[in-house]
């Protein structure tokens, strides 16, 4: 017997997040998923009139793949997909893992050219259609949310069926503000960094693109970031776990990165080094989901986090685009409320958020308590 919560996850995905339609074609992208959540998914298309195609995925042989993967198999995939991304109008990958670590020993040489080669197909999908990417949840991730698999899975579902149509009336007015800023300061434990955000567009994400949804990005002016950032959440990246991430950043360039041991601090600079604008930062946002509290090593999760922002090195996306190309784009994590050390906002010398919590009447319909 079906789960109720996998019809009703699975209604929100084709009815509100990709607003399917008649004739559409919906590509439909798991890993490491059930089996019943495909089998509700393609019923839902299809009773709003959608065509769906079905890809499946398993993580160990993704892993396998890329593991000794050369340049010539790795274009010819892109060939592939490339065309197929191109013959449907929308996309929705849902990807679980017992192992979240699973491709942390694909060589960085195999996934620098992966991540190169590949970037037309996430082009396409991201630029060319209306798409959805969730996570699956499995007993490692109550692990890493310190959470037991049943109680997990209950926030989950309370956290990705939430009421984002009201979310996101609640966004509007940061939206306005951001468009009309020129400056931003982030102050935080080891942080004080300042940029501008003028003349590129606020984007609000209410569960349209990602579910769990919960944030407004923009991007910096490529050349305007000045000053030093500590992300206070631990982090993944090609499967490898970071922790206590530094950044100083001068004229917009990343000139120093640092993490918790040389180790680590010697393969973020090799991330850092894929190509030029990789020293470059494509997006800053602010976290505003209620139900997200703390870092669970998902980024669809914590950049979601309520009380918290993330600069995020590498491209900008298409829709407020700084001029910044690159293979990579890592959403790092700071959180700003108390138990975590705190933090200010500043739009124009104008105090906006302190520890999590937004100052003007006109933005504390975001603030959680009118959010849940």
Not at 160 to 184: E, F, H, I
Request: aromatic letters at 8%; one cysteine or more; a negative charge.
């Amino acid at each position: 017997m079906t789960d109720p919560r996998f019809i009703k996850l699975s209604e929100l995905l084709t009815s509100y997040s990709m607003k399917l339609k008649e004739g559409d074609v919906v590509l439909i992208d798991l890993m490491d998923t059930p089996d019943e959540m495909g089998v509700e998914l393609i019923r839902a298309a299809r009773r709003l009139g959608a065509i769906p195609l079905l890809d499946i995925r398993h993580s160990k042989l993704v892993r396998e793949v890329q593991r000794e993967t050369t340049l010539e198999q790795v274009q010819l995939q892109c060939e592939i997909e490339l065309e197929r991304m191109k013959k449907v109008n929308a996309y929705v990958a849902i990807r679980g893992s017992e192992n979240s670590c699973e491709l942390s020993d694909i060589p960085s040489d195999k996934q620098v050219i992966y991540s190169k080669v590949m970037r037309p197909v996430l082009d396409q999908r991201v630029n060319e259609t209306r798409w959805v990417v969730l996570r699956w949840p499995t007993p490692s991730m109550a692990q890493s949310a310190s959470m037991s698999t049943e109680a997990f899975e209950k926030f989950y579902f309370d956290v990705c069926t939430l009421d984002y149509a009201k979310m996101s009336l609640a966004m509007d007015p940061l939206v306005d503000l951001m468009n009309k800023t020129d400056r931003v300061r982030l102050i935080a434990p080891d942080t004080d960094i300042s940029f501008s955000i003028a003349g590129l567009p606020a984007i609000k994400c209410n569960g349209l693109r990602n579910i769990p949804d919960g944030e407004v990005y923009t991007a910096p002016v490529k050349d305007s970031v000045n000053g030093k950032i500590s992300y206070n959440t631990p982090t993944i990246y090609g499967g490898m776990h970071f922790e206590k991430i530094t950044l100083t950043v001068k004229e917009g360039k990343i000139i120093e990165a640092v993490s918790v041991n040389d180790t680590l601090t010697k393969r973020l600079n090799e991330i850092l080094n894929t190509d030029a604008g990789a020293r470059y930062f494509g997006e800053f946002a602010l976290g505003v989901n209620p139900y997200i509290l703390n870092p669970m090593c998902d980024i669809l999760f914590d950049e979601k986090i309520s009380g918290s922002i993330h600069f995020t090195p590498g491209a900008s996306y298409s829709v407020a685009f700084n001029g910044n190309k690159s293979a990579v784009h890592w959403d790092m994590v700071l959180i700003q409320r108390p138990e975590w050390g705190g933090g200010e906002i500043w739009f124009d010398d104008v105090l906006i958020r302190k520890d999590g919590i937004f100052i003007p009447g006109t933005l504390q319909g975001l603030n959680p308590e009118n959010l849940v």
